[in-house]
């Protein structure tokens, strides 16, 4: 039984990853999880400088998931090669590295500033949607995406994968402008914006009002954008959004995923990530797969 | 070192108003638990999947006595627990006081605040000074547990209608109580005048805060409170780097 999959010539032996931002560097999630189990680590959003974030509440609760609006609070690019990619790689597990900027100038410095260190794959965060500037506002927009994706993908000497927003009306559209940037493989679906309002205090639950929607109940959409673009691009896609089991998993690979993440689920289950591998190994076995190719984008 | 642990309920009963008392057989966690930590309790419902924070009120060998209040779903479902149920929970989570027995210590708790302070007055050995303030007499918990630990018990109600009439801090004043440290929990509006009171006083002041959590654990990065860095200020997780905190530290807002 092969559970190996081959994203833009890095090989993962597995096909599950975390979300960036649900994950940290995986220090925290060490604890519940052996880090040498998972295909990869996509670290939470780095940023050329640190970014504070924005003001509590972040986090709301909603049915079947959540809301955060933690606005990509991190430490910066020079701390995550100092501190952060030392831990991950005394792990055998793929360093996968979220980008952020506000602009592409910054967007830029960051994977300059990554040049040579040791991670694996890069991803470019075009569709956070609790930024003002950069984030979805990039995401969105198919002429933007293609002149921040060339712009970057110009300095990687990883490769690079695009991460694009479900908070557009024809996610094939800005799937194939990032394509045609030079994406080379996609990562869907980012949080939906979404809201939740506290009708005792008459006032949004988040400081910034509006957030970003994860966890299970986002999850057949999700599965609908990914099942589109893997029918629309040739590069391989991460999907992601909602996923919690194995069953999941297998669902989005069946769409044609090439990799999928785990993201909302480690919060309320810290060994998720492992779950689901035993699982998608689990159901090979009883099911008589020995690659994944042979269910991969099954569905036409 | 922090697991996730399928808790029995050992008891379960509703002490005053909507404020419940829980103990759990919880041994792994039970056996890392310090004062000021708290554990994070799984509902086991798929629409409500986040965890709730809740202070440990009392480390009882192989076991944990939470003391909470019900405010929304989640801790509904505790309260409707009984003797032999289970429930996940992962713990201990973020870091204790800072004990130090030498010193000779105030613990201060308004409304829910109330219950971590009881492991912490056990643990400095029963004989400090506790200050326990609520908006009404039901709300005020606890009272003649920490007398029986020894502990010299000052309270307080906005109603008046148990003990001084008026908030915690008006009664630390009116009582002029110093110790070399303070232990607090509770609302933020009593820590920020506490923490004022101690830089007066020229007091230590340990403040115990609270904030909408996901992960309990620090990788969510939701539950932040500005504290203070140089000239400047960051956002440090509730969850992780807390929830207590030196009251000077923090920006008050």
Redesign the interface.
């Known amino acids: 039984m092969n559970t190996k999959v081959n994203i833009c010539g890095v090989e993962f032996k597995n096909p599950v990853m975390t979300a960036s931002g649900t994950f940290g560097s995986g220090r925290e999630y060490s604890e519940f999880v052996d880090l040498n189990r998972l295909g990869g680590v996509v670290v939470k959003g780095v940023a050329d400088k640190p970014w504070k974030g924005n003001d509590a509440p972040r986090i709301a609760e909603v049915y079947g998931g959540m809301l955060n609006s933690v606005g990509l609070q991190n430490p910066g690019v020079d701390y995550f090669i100092k501190e952060d990619i030392p831990f991950l790689r005394q792990y055998d597990t793929n360093i996968i590295v979220n980008v952020c900027g506000h602009s592409i100038e910054e967007y830029v410095n960051v994977v300059k500033r990554l040049r040579g260190e040791d991670v694996d794959m890069l991803e470019l965060n075009i569709s956070c949607p609790n930024v003002s500037e950069g984030g979805m506002a990039f995401g969105t927009d198919c002429t933007m995406i293609e002149n921040v994706v060339s712009a970057v993908k110009k300095e990687a000497d990883k490769p690079l994968i695009v991460k694009l927003s479900p908070n557009v009306t024809d996610i094939t559209e800005t799937a194939k402008a990032a394509v045609s940037g030079g994406a080379d493989a996609l990562s869907l679906i980012n949080t939906l914006t979404g809201m939740k309002i506290d009708i005792y205090k008459r006032k949004p639950v988040l400081s910034r009002k509006i957030g970003g929607m994860s966890g299970p109940a986002v999850k057949p959409v999700a599965l609908r954008m990914v099942y589109q673009v893997c029918k629309c691009v040739d590069v391989p896609v991460i999907g992601l959004g909602g996923i919690s089991t194995a069953e999941d998993a297998i669902e989005f690979i069946m769409a044609g995923a090439a990799g999928i993440a785990i993201g909302t689920a480690n919060f309320f289950n810290p060994t998720a990530t492992v779950n689901v591998i035993e699982g998608i190994e689990k159901f090979m076995l009883e099911h008589g797969i020995n690659d994944l190719s042979e269910i991969r984008g099954i569905i036409d | 070192?922090?697991?996730?642990e399928t808790a029995k309920v050992i008891s379960s009963r509703n002490i005053t108003a909507n404020i419940y008392d829980l103990v759990l057989e919880c041994p792994k966690i039970a056996s890392e638990a310090v004062p000021g930590q708290f554990v994070e309790v799984?509902t086991g419902r798929?629409?409500?999947?986040?965890?709730r924070p809740i202070s440990i009120c009392e480390i009882l060998g192989n076991r944990l006595r939470l003391v909470y209040q019900v405010v929304g779903k989640g801790t509904e479902i505790f309260s409707k627990l009984g003797l032999g149920d289970e429930l996940r929970i992962?713990g201990p989570c973020g870091n204790g006081y800072k004990l130090n027995k030498e010193k000779s210590a105030l613990l201060v708790g308004g409304g829910i605040g109330i219950p971590p302070l009881l492991e912490t007055a056990k643990q400095l050995g029963g004989k400090v000074t506790v200050v326990l303030a609520a908006r009404t007499k039901d709300l005020l918990v606890l009272e003649d547990e920490f007398a029986k630990l020894g502990a010299k018990v000052y309270t307080a109600t906005d109603d008046g209608s148990v003990g001084f009439k008026g908030n915690a801090v008006e009664l630390l004043r009116q009582e002029d109580l110093k110790a070399d440290v303070i232990y607090s929990c509770g609302p933020k509006i009593m820590l920020k005048f506490l923490t004022e009171y101690a830089i007066e006083k020229n007091m230590e002041c340990q403040v115990s805060m609270e904030?909408?959590?996901?992960?309990g654990?620090?990788?969510?990065?939701?539950?932040?409170?500005k504290i203070k860095n140089g000239d400047d200020w960051?956002?440090k997780k509730v969850c992780?780097d807390g929830p207590v905190f030196e009251g000077r530290e923090v920006v008050w807002e």
Do not use: N, P, Q
């Open positions: 070192m922090k697991s996730v799984y798929s629409d409500l999947l986040l965890a992962l904030e909408r959590m996901a992960c654990i620090g990788a969510c990065v939701g539950c932040v409170v960051e956002h992780k």
